[in-house]
């Protein structure tokens, strides 16, 4: 296991090593209904954006901002999800046998160095905060990150990392935020913010026209061990259901929690456009990728162009034919 400093924090005023996050929650339980029946046995967080699993980019920022030790916590039906982050022996005895480097690169990219896995149980879907709730005995009291894979943030920068960078300097609570349009604030937590980016306010899915501001929840936090205490005070919801924002809600009448905003473009991933999006930006990582899918779609958007002027026209012929009737 590291042990040297995260570059994310390369400056920032720590006092004490043991400082330093670690530990990151990876909730993953949940069915992906949205992308039914593409997930009933295939986890939602094991689909490929590109060449690599959506989960798999999740881990990478994690490992990039510093983090060392990722506890998912699973469902029935996610053992897929153990079965990728472990070794596959009679897989690379085969590839090294037909010396098939870049498939064994490939291989010994989804284990970052230095990162280990853990695995518990979410035996119901009651909700994000009793998610957290299940990974507590190999968290322990201090603080932690929790990271939703199907927010897939595209930056230079791991947006754990700054973050963690807010987490350090405010010693305190950080919840990601970004603006969102006035129409979706119905879709996110949304925040109130004094001057300072600190929360003031947090409130899940507001009607449009009641948000208190258009910053919308994402899907990292850093936690202090103040939310174990607040998620264990918490009343059940609807359906039994424990939310971490309703905690984080509470956490606010005790500690300080930060609005972080960070750099680099959020694909919504539980969503098919939000997927769609994320294929189309990460092909164009690759020129010559980029270069034929360009080649191959765009007798698709001709033909669909072609068809859509043909419509219209049809619409306006049968409109004028109307107006010819009734006059």
């Known amino acids: 296991m590291r042990t040297s400093r995260p570059a994310s924090v390369q400056g920032a005023p720590l006092h004490d090593a043991r400082d330093v996050v670690r530990k990151a929650v990876f909730p993953v339980a949940g069915f992906g209904t949205r992308f039914l029946p593409a997930t009933k046995a295939c986890p939602e967080e094991l689909l490929p954006v590109v060449d690599r699993p959506l989960v798999q980019y999740a881990v990478d920022e994690a490992a990039r901002a510093g983090i060392t030790d990722i506890v998912f916590v699973t469902g029935r039906n996610k053992r897929a999800i153990e079965d990728h982050f472990d070794r596959a022996y009679e897989l ?13 690169e490939a291989l010994a990219s989804v284990l970052p160095r230095g990162v280990s896995f853990s695995y518990v149980r979410q035996p119901a879907m009651l909700g994000l905060g009793d998610a957290v709730v299940r990974a507590r005995p190999l968290i322990g009291d201090a603080p932690f990150a929790v990271v939703l894979p199907d927010d897939l943030i595209d930056g230079t920068r791991p947006a754990l990392g700054e973050l963690l960078d807010l987490h350090y300097a405010h010693r305190a609570s950080v919840v990601a935020v970004m603006p969102v349009a006035p129409a979706d604030v119905d879709r996110y937590g949304i925040v109130a913010t004094d001057h300072r980016d600190r929360i003031l306010r947090i409130v899940e899915k507001p009607a449009p026209g009641m948000a208190p501001s258009n910053l919308g929840v994402v899907g990292r936090y850093v936690l202090t061990p103040g939310i174990w205490r607040a998620l264990e005070a918490l009343p059940p919801g609807a359906g039994g259901e424990i939310q971490l924002t309703d905690a984080i809600a509470a956490l606010l009448a005790t500690e300080t929690v930060v609005a972080g905003r960070f750099n680099g473009r959020r694909y919504d991933c539980g969503s098919t456009l939000g997927f769609l999006e994320a294929q189309m930006a990460y092909a164009r990582k690759n020129p010559v990728l980029w270069r034929d899918l360009r080649q191959a779609v765009a ?12 419509a219209m026209s049809t619409d306006a012929d049968a409109g004028s034919a109307a107006r010819a009737a009734a006059a």
Request: net charge positive; no cysteine.
């Open 299 to 310: 007798p698709m958007f001709r033909s669909g162009a072609r068809n859509a002027t043909a």
């Open 92 to 104: 690379e005895a085969e590839l090294n046998a037909k010396r098939n480097v870049a498939a064994l």
